[in-house]
């Protein structure tokens, strides 16, 4: 089957950029390598540095909050995901992480600025109950969570010491808007922390023609949700963009290389690749069916059963003094 698809995204800035991509899709479900053979043809509207902001109201999650994500992302820690940041936290700061899904690395924030009190804010009602309850377990009583839009904190202007977002503007169609907002709660002097994967950047041993298969779906449906899966080359980009300019940029790694951590990884995104919104927004989109997800899930725990794996996902972070 050959699929005529046209979306509009938006650039860097948030112009709206009109896209068609030619898709070709086997009969038995077979994505083809839609990045290494793109027919896509790009129409550029309009003036891009016209100064577009997008509420990003209509902005799709591309991962969704389903078990096999809320599992992964809850593994997360301030040492294994915010390392950059801890040198700049100490006690009585007031932080606010924005897009903090299950809680875990803000829980982690509560522990280290304690007394400070610590905000998370997440648009999905339902991880923000998730993390909640985290809150209350780990008995963390400087440290709430609540709905909010990362588009329009409800703070005063110049309110927060830190102001953090982990792996969220990629999915969001302006994140210079939404850094914008950011840099507007912060304190003179206070920080701005951001840290963001980037997917294209991703490697892997050995090869598995599947997992190949799952970035380029991955690509596809995240850039339909006019999101920017290889956010981390763009980070700094976005930040100067949005009028940041004391601005320290680092990198580390997310590295899977051991036979514990490999299967580990492998079994989580086989989950995902059959069970979360991935997997629905992927079908409903015309990218793969079902029987391509199985394949790609079947491709991932051959991959993991390697004894001598090696799977690196590089970030960038940023550290901006407001
Ligand atoms: C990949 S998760 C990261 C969660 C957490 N920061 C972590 O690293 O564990 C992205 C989170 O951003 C949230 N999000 C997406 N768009 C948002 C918006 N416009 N405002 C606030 N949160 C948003 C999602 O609901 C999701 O929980």
Not at 219 to 239: K, S, T
Not at 285 to 298: H, S
Request: aromatic share 8%; with cysteine; charged share 20%.
């Amino acid at each position: 089957m050959t699929q005529l698809s046209l979306w509009a995204n938006k650039n860097d800035v948030g112009a709206p950029v009109f896209l068609a991509q030619l898709t070709l899709v086997l009969p038995y479900g077979r994505l083809w390598p839609a990045d290494r053979f793109r027919g896509t043809l790009r129409f550029m509207s309009g003036n891009s540095a016209g100064g577009a902001t997008g509420s990003g109201h209509d902005d799709v999650y591309t991962h969704g909050h389903r078990e096999s994500v809320l599992r992964s992302h809850a593994a997360r820690t301030a040492a294994n995901s915010a390392a950059y940041l801890i040198p700049h936290l100490h006690h009585g700061l007031r932080v606010l992480d924005v897009g903090s899904g299950p809680g875990t690395i803000t829980a982690d924030f509560a522990c280290l600025v304690a007394p400070g009190e610590v905000l998370g804010l997440d648009r999905s009602p339902e991880v923000v109950a998730v993390a909640t309850a985290l809150a209350r377990e780990r008995h963390l009583n400087n440290l709430s969570f609540d709905s909010g839009d990362i588009y329009s904190l409800d703070f005063p202007d110049n309110s927060c010491d830190v102001v953090h977002a982990h792996q969220v503007l990629q999915h969001l169609s302006n994140p210079v808007a939404a850094l914008k907002e950011m840099h507007r709660v912060a304190k003179p002097g206070g920080v701005v922390a951001l840290r963001e994967a980037d997917f294209h950047g991703m490697s892997w041993y050995p090869e598995q023609p599947e997992l190949d298969e799952w970035m380029d779906l991955y690509q596809l449906v995240a850039r339909h949700n006019q999101g920017e899966p290889d956010a981390g080359r763009r980070l700094l980009h976005w930040a100067q963009a949005a009028g940041l300019t004391d601005v320290t940029p680092s990198s580390s790694n997310w590295l899977y290389a051991t036979a514990e951590g490999c299967r580990w990884l492998s079994e989580d995104w086989a989950d995902r690749a059959e069970k979360s919104a991935l997997a629905e927004q992927a079908v409903a989109y015309g990218l793969a069916d079902t029987a391509g997800l199985a394949r790609i899930a079947a491709g991932w725990r051959a991959w993991g059963a390697a004894e001598d794996g090696w799977f690196v996902m590089p970030n960038a972070e940023i550290i901006a003094r407001a």
